[in-house]
Nanobody, 125 residues
């Protein structure tokens, strides 16, 4: 069982930056692949970024955020981060952290077993 708690959301102007954090419980955090998703009002939850398990050297991104967002993990702190730069109004959403026990690349909601409660990110124009 893994519990995930996101933090770091808030209100920022377009062009600004935010860093989201996701703290995980459990002693096997490093064995989980982690992902960030987001959900805007009236829209389906969508994949944003993912990082593979263990050393976390491999990352992957949705086309809409590639080059602006960076996912990383600190296994010693049981934490995964999402650095968001050059934010746009269309990035406004609730952002969710997710974990899955596999060792591959996962971009679909159904592929993740554990979810956080979400943190609101609002980008003003």
């Amino acid at each position: 069982q893994v519990q995930l708690v996101e933090s770091g959301g808030g209100l920022v102007q377009a062009g600004g930056s935010l860093r989201l954090s996701c703290a995980a419980s459990g002693r096997t955090f490093s064995s989980y692949a982690m992902g960030w998703f987001r959900q805007a009002p009236g829209k389906e939850r969508e994949f944003v970024a993912g990082i593979v398990s263990w050393s976390g050297g491999n990352t992957y991104y949705a086309h809409s955020v590639k080059g602006r967002f960076t996912i990383s993990r600190d296994n010693a702190k049981n934490t995964v981060y999402l650095q968001m730069n050059s934010l746009k109004p269309e990035d406004t959403a609730v952002y969710y952290c997710a974990a899955t026990g596999g060792s591959y690349y996962y971009t679909r909601v159904g592929e993740y077993d554990y979810w956080g409660q979400g943190t609101q990110v609002t980008v003003s124009s």
